[in-house]
Structures are given as C-alpha cells and as structure tokens.
C-alpha cells in the first residue's frame, strides 16, 4: 500500500491542507493499494489560484511553443505507457492487454492529435472588414470520472492547454493514481508552474468546490446525468461556460440485409469491452422480428465467451447497482439467456456478462443506463419502428447501424438523434467529434471541435 500526501498545485508537489484521504481499491481483489489527500476547498481555491496566476503567461505563448510541450507530452506519456496500462489494471480492473491497448494508446494518440491541432489551428482570422481572434476562455475545472481514467483527463487537459487555456483537474475518486501519473507527465515536459494543477479528491467537496469557484471561468465535466445537472445549474446560475460530457443508452440497429453474425459479434465485444463501462457503449440490440430468435442464440453464445475475459466493475457500489438493474430486467418480464445476478467469483466485483432477451422499449433496462456488462436486445417489427426505439430515450450519445449496403445503413442514421454512428463497424476516431445529443451532454470533444470548446472569439473591426 503506498500513501501519497501530495497534490500537484503550481508546479509542485505540495502536501494537502486538508488532512482527508482516499482509499484506492484494486477492484480485483478487493485489496488496498494506495492512499491519496481529499482535497478541500481550501486546496481547491489554492489550485484555481495558481491557474489563474499562471493564465496570462500562457494565453501569452505563441501557439507552436504550445503545440511543442504538447508533442513532448505525448513523448513522456507514450514513455509511460507501460505504467500507465499497470496502473489503470490495478484501480479500475481491466485486464492488462485492454489497458495496453486502449486506456494507454488512445490518451496518447488524442495528445499528439492536440500537438497537431495546437500548430496547425489558425487562431485568428479575416471576415470581411473584422479580424477575429480566437482566445483561450481562461481557467478550466475539469471533472473527469473512472472508466476511461486517463482518456477522459487528456480528452479535457490537452485541448485546454492547446487553447492556453489554465487547468484545475479533479479526476474520479476511484482512478486517482492514472491522474497523478499524468501530472508527474506533465511534470516532466516542464510546463510553467500552475498551467496544469491536480486536486485529487472526493465529488461533493473538492469537485463541488472547484464547480462553483468563481474564478473558474469553465467547467468541463465528464460523469452521470444526474451530477452534470446539478454542474450544468451551478454555471447557468454564474453565466459561466460549461461543457458536459454524460451518459448514453445507445442503440445497435442490425437491419435486414445486414450480415447478422458478425453485427451480433461486434455488438456484443462492444458491450463487453471495459466491462461495459463505456458511455457509449451500445446497450440496446435492436433486430428485427424475422431474425430475433437467431441473433439472440448468437448473442448469447457470444456472451458467454467473455466470462473468463471480462474484468470487474470499479466498486463494490457499481457492482450492486448493475446486479440491481439484472434483477429489475427479469423482474419486469425480460428473458435471462446468458449470465446472470449472481456473483461468478468470490472475490472482485465481477458480473457475469448477461445478455436479456424479450426486452421491450419502456423496460427499464431499456431506458436507463447500467453501466455494467448487460446487453438488452429489442425486437422491432420494421424500419420505422426500429427509428422509435432507437430515438426513444432521454439519451443520444452514440449508436451503430448495420446493414447489407453502407448506404442503406447511412440513411437510417442520419435518422438517429445522437452524436455519432459508427456504420457497418467503423472504427472509433480519436478526431471525430465526441458528444451527445439531448441529455447525454453539451458541447463536443476531441479534434478540431474539442478545442473550439476551450476557446472564445474576439471581432475587431478595421
Ligand atoms: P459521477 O457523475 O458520479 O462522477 C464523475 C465525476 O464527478 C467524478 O470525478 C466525481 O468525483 C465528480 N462529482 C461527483 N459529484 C459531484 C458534485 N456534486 N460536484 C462536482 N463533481 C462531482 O459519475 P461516475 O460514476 O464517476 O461515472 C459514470 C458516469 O459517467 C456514467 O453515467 C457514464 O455514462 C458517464 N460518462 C460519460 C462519458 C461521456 O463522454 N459522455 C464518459 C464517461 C462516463
């Protein structure tokens, strides 16, 4: 067990006012592994201070000074890399190939995308008799949660800093040893002291703390609907800029003409991924009533595959809430054809990955997010309907569609009310805009788009 006392606030290592701490479980084994300082409001304010003072030097920087320390960042984090994957594997439990494949590679692969951004982006610009600058909006508080522990601060911190933007961090309360690797990261590429600081700490304090501060001028939070509300009401009532990246209760529409085995089989390794503790992740199977019996057989037979594969959830809390939603399905008439309530291990918050069949839309399984690895598959009875339940819920975070041609499978989502589809399988773009429609969130991440958030205009006219 390793206790760090430290928070990471103007360039250094400082030890906490508050004398608060958190434990870092391994949610494999249900062990110890570390303990971090609960940051108080105090810290916070000290943070938020230091990202102030430490704004105009660097909205000041020139953009390809920026777009440098952002390359040498992405140097020292792919120099980490096989830190980091051992890291995210002992606090969230994903197995290790996963966390080398993805939670490691996508981080650093999104912060060389900002170093590009950050030289190429053109921060100022003619129209017609005005020329418009583009600047940083000031001090960002940036809220990240657990399931994509280092995804979700880079996602945040790498467009900020391209911006020139300040950056106050508060990442989850479970994943706080990833953040604290990026800050030595950060550490490393010496960025002036307070450009980036890190608040480890719990939710309702040091994140409520850092929400409400006045001096933050954004607020870019990545967690539940019902947290991003409360974020979202905090700014409206300061008139301060907010960006909320939250749930999803996506769809995968497997149309007729689709080749029905391998949309089933990616569908369900995309549920299964990260123990399906993915927002985007596609919860819903929709198919049609012709083919229902067949993609359920196969839904579940590839379910069951994973049951060795698959890591715990992140908490014992997150366990009981999946097992809850398991329990809810059956007991408002879904069909159990693979995994199950109960727990497949003594030790660990494991949960079997389960697939409900007969599921229908108003269920609430079909409608809340589960967070856990649970597939629902709908019947629909034509395309029309398909659309209904695919856009009938207060979600619109992602989806996929499947179908024998790509342009049939096009047509239906540019139907869909959400923030991206991938077609016949596309592959996940860490430049493509990242985002919801309706309830699952405001403003857009990653790429062009995701830095346009860290940024306001300025018009002067000539
Ligand atoms: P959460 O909302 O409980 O926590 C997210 C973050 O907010 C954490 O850092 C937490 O400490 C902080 N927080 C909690 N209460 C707060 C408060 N009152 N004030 C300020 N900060 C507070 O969510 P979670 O359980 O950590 O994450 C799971 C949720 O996140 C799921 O609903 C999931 O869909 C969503 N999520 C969305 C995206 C996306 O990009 N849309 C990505 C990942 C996760």
Redesign the pocket.
Known sequence: MKAYDGLYIDGAWRPAASTDTIEVVNPADERVIARVPAAGPGDVDTAVRAARAALPGWAATPPAERAARLAALRDALAARKDEIAETVTAELGSPLAFSQAVHAAVPIAVAGSYAELAAGHAFEEKVGNSTVLHEPVGVVGA??????PLH?IVAKAAPALAAGCTVVL?????TPLTARLFAEAIHEVGLPAGVFNLVT????V???A??EHPDVDLVS????????R??GAVAGGAVKRVAL????KSANVILPSADLAHAVHVGVANVMSNSG????AWTRMLVHRDRYDEAVDLAAAAAAKYADRIGPLVSAA?RDRVRGHIEKGLAEGARLVAGGPESPRAQGYFVSPTVLADVTPEMTVAQE?I?GPVLSVLRYEDEEDALRIANGTVYG?AGAVWAGEEAEAVAFARRMDTGQVDINGGRFNPRAP???YKQ??VGR?LGAHGLAEYLQTKSLQF
């Open positions: 809220i990240t949660p657990w399931n994509y979700q508060k990442p989850a309360e479970n700490g719990l939710g309702p040091a994140g409520q850092l929400a939070f990545t967690g539940s609907t019902a947290v991003g409360r974020i990246e939250l749930g999803g503790q993915t927002c985007s997150q997010e967070f975070l990242f985002g919801g699952s969130g991440e």
